[in-house]
């Protein structure tokens, strides 16, 4: 079965179907990165672009790795060597890179609605990598991944996210993707950090990490960009820490088997304190892990038909 | 040379005629206005006739706020674009904005468009002078020697004055030239990396905002500053309805303020940004419904004075583009007519109304001896059918740009024939 959509430029455009089929083909790869050699043939043949105007390690690494364990050729262009430098228009620069017939592109791009105005201008598929403030799917799902794998059922379960709402793509891409998976949401953080259009996308909005902490089965905390200090959203990462950075002593209402996850990269003791980073509730290398096997679904239903078996 | 346009219904707010009358003109002026066949044959007998049965015939339109690119971005428009597509809207005369490059803050750059709109010949233009040298916000240009070489106000349009103290002496060292000051309402430190009006979408779109308040607290300052210095102030493009009720408050206390709104303000929201489509960019921003309801009552009781189109071409490079990165603007002259004339259907104002807002008025403000069918005054003259059903194409436009959201739309109005002293500028070759 194929996805309903032929790029994945955000969670908004994936139904429950599409989420289910890719966490599911997701769990079944996940087995492939535990074998001696990691490899197998099903993407032999197969060039993936990862093209990145925006630093990123993790990320990058992690569509590259995934691309390499399904035995694609991944080709990795960033923004500081690519042509855009010179002055080369953004469609310019995917036009010439879809005339060497790559099958997906993946990009990440620091302007909202970067891929999406790509995708009018390539055939390939492509992958948002990360857009301003927009989406960051790929993380979305590897976020559900990894609390579906401790929690075995999706629906029903309440999440708090922690940190920056306003200028986070993993918030809003993981708000829309648990929405849709029938999870309930509450954002959590400063008010300039929250704008109040938020209540309108159908989440909880909480100034209080104590209490909003209480009933959840999930808090997903997000960095804190220090650049933030200096644009006047915060008085100072003390007096942000002060107020919302998890540790236990914030985690004191929370259940017991309350799971804590992070995009990383972290600025430990700024959002979350190292005790807690490194407690057994905390699934942040879980994500790592889990990242790469959804990529490597997304590689292989975005290139559909034409696939052999995963195995 | 005479021109007999007969049979057509005259809309001439200026002299509060509507009915069915025929026009002569003879040598590039109004030489009669009378009822319908009472022109004698004598007088029309070599006479080039225009058929205007089942049409409008109305005084040229004026629009008071273009950028026609010229000097400096001829790749975006020129004078000589720029004016057809104002003839192919049906304007006959448009006054031009100053951010040019070089930017017109002194009489070089002002007789440079002059000379250029006179080679050109097609219709009337008027040059805005800047209020600040180089639109930088920092000293006064010299208002006066603007104004003694053909400028009929001043505006650092695209960019506000933020200086209150340097706005406050603009408007009072105008008042000397008694034009107006033309101000671009935004406090940039509210809309600093901002690209679409700050609202649901631009929060689901992860897109900067620009607020509302920005508009409405520049709109306020300048009010303020108004009733101290006395002098001139237009407000330009009005896009917020908290906007439209401060100039509301200040025109009942008297306070000599005047403003203008786009059409694309009162026909599109910040939905039209969806799928991020920068045809859909534009400062001020698309608003919300909302302020489109308030923009509408501001027209229907007369707050809002004046429509003009912002009319602001800009090429595919600057458009085909992140939405971050792209332009704001949107070619306006082209669409103005039937968008201005859905506020009709919507019974908002009548036909002869919308004319006075697109001719009377607007000349009105800026001191024009046009926007009239009087006997004896210019025979700037446009000839529409309000009936006419046509699907907007951008392609199509006269402009030397395409940007426009509104690809597409089904509207009616459609412009026949557009006169400038009496020379044909424009006709439809379908009329």
């Known amino acids: ?311 | 040379m005479l021109t007999l346009i007969k049979g057509g219904r005259v809309i001439d707010p200026a002299n509060q005629v509507d009915g069915s009358f025929d026009i002569l003109i003879s040598d590039g002026k109004i030489e009669a206005v009378a009822p319908h066949g009472k022109i004698s044959g004598s007088k029309t007998k070599d006479a080039q006739v225009i058929d205007a049965k089942g049409c409008v015939v109305a005084p040229g339109f004026c629009d008071m706020h273009v950028h026609f690119r010229e000097p400096g971005h001829e790749y975006k428009e020129t004078i000589e674009t720029g004016s057809a597509s104002a003839a192919a809207g049906g304007f006959s005369s448009v006054a031009v904005m100053p951010n040019t490059s070089p930017v017109n803050d002194n009489r070089s750059v002002t007789e440079l468009i002059l000379s250029q709109a006179k080679k050109t010949g097609l219709v009337n233009i008027y040059p805005i002078g800047a209020i600040t040298k180089g639109l930088k916000g920092e000293t006064l240009s010299d208002m006066g020697e603007l104004k003694e070489s053909g400028c009929i106000g001043y505006s650092d349009d695209g960019k506000p004055v933020m200086d209150s103290e340097l706005m406050r002496r603009a408007l009072e060292y105008s008042r000397m030239f008694d034009l107006p000051c033309i101000q671009h309402s935004e406090i940039l430190d509210l809309t600093r990396g901002g690209c679409m009006n700050e609202g649901i979408v631009s929060t689901e779109l992860g897109l900067k905002g620009m607020p509302v308040e920005a508009e409405d607290i520049m709109v306020f300052r300048d009010i303020s500053l108004l009733r101290k210095t006395g002098g001139r102030l237009h407000v330009a493009h009005i896009s917020s309805g908290g906007a439209v009720d401060l100039v509301r408050q200040a025109k009942a206390k008297g306070l000599p303020v005047t403003c203008e709104v786009a059409p694309h303000h009162f026909t599109l929201t910040e939905e039209a940004c969806r799928n991020y489509d920068t045809n859909a960019k534009m400062s001020p921003p698309l608003r919300t419904d909302e302020d489109i309801d308030l923009i509408k009552e501001g027209i229907r009781d007369g707050t809002i004075d004046i429509i003009a189109t912002d009319h602001a071409p800009h090429d595919l490079a600057d458009k085909q583009v992140e939405f971050d990165n792209a332009c704001f603007g949107i070619v306006g002259l082209e669409t103005a007519l039937p968008l201005t004339l859905k506020l009709v259907d919507e019974k908002i104002i009548t036909l002869q109304k919308a004319v006075d807002l697109l001719t009377h008025q607007p000349c009105r403000i800026f001191n024009l001896d046009k926007g009239t069918l009087g006997v004896g005054k210019d025979a700037d003259v446009v000839i529409f059918n309000p009936d006419t059903k046509f699907t907007i194409d951008p392609e199509k436009f006269k402009s030397r740009s395409k940007n426009s959201p509104y690809k597409g739309w089904q509207v009616r109005g459609k412009v026949l024939h557009t006169l400038v002293a009496g020379k044909s500028v424009y006709s439809d070759h379908n009329a």
């Open chain 1, 1 to 311: 079965m194929l996805l309903s959509t032929k790029n994945i430029l955000g969670t908004k455009e994936l139904t429950k179907q599409d989420i289910q089929q890719i966490l599911d083909t997701a769990d079944s790869f996940k087995e492939i990165s535990t074998r001696a050699i990691k490899k197998v043939p099903t993407l032999r043949g197969k060039t993936i672009i990862n093209l990145f105007f925006e630093p990123s390690t993790r990320t990058r690494t992690s569509f590259e790795i995934a691309g390499k364990r399904l035995s694609a050729d991944v080709i990795n262009i960033s923004g500081s060597t690519s042509s855009t430098v010179k002055g080369e228009n953004l469609i310019d620069t995917a036009r010439n890179l879809e005339a060497m017939n790559p099958d997906i592109l993946v990009v990440r791009h620091q302007c909202s609605g970067a891929p999406a105005l790509l995708s009018q201008f390539v055939d390939c598929p492509i992958i948002n990598g990360g857009d301003g403030s927009h989406e960051h799917p790929s993380q979305a799902l590897l976020d559900l991944l990894t609390i579906r794998s401790q929690k075995g059922d999706l629906e029903g379960l309440k999440v708090a996210i922690v940190g920056d709402i306003s200028h986070s793509r993993v918030a809003r891409s993981n708000i829309k993707a648990m929405q849709t998976m029938g999870m309930k949401v509450c954002v959590v953080g400063p008010p300039p950090l929250i704008p109040p259009e938020f209540e309108s996308l159908g989440v909880e909005v909480s100034h209080n990490l104590r209490e909003a902490v209480k009933d959840v089965d999930v808090v997903m905390v997000l960095r804190i960009q220090l650049e933030r200090q200096n644009q006047g959203l915060l008085s100072s990462l003390r007096e942000y820490s002060n107020y919302f950075c998890l540790t236990s002593e914030s985690l004191a209402k929370a259940r017991d088997d309350v799971l804590i996850i992070h995009p990383g990269p972290v600025n430990r003791g700024v959002e979350i304190a190292l005790d807690v980073m490194e407690s057994p509730r905390s699934l942040i290398l879980n994500q790592v892990t889990s990242g790469v096997a959804i990529r490597m679904a997304l590689f292989y239903l975005l290139l559909g038909e034409n696939n052999a078996n995963p195995n």
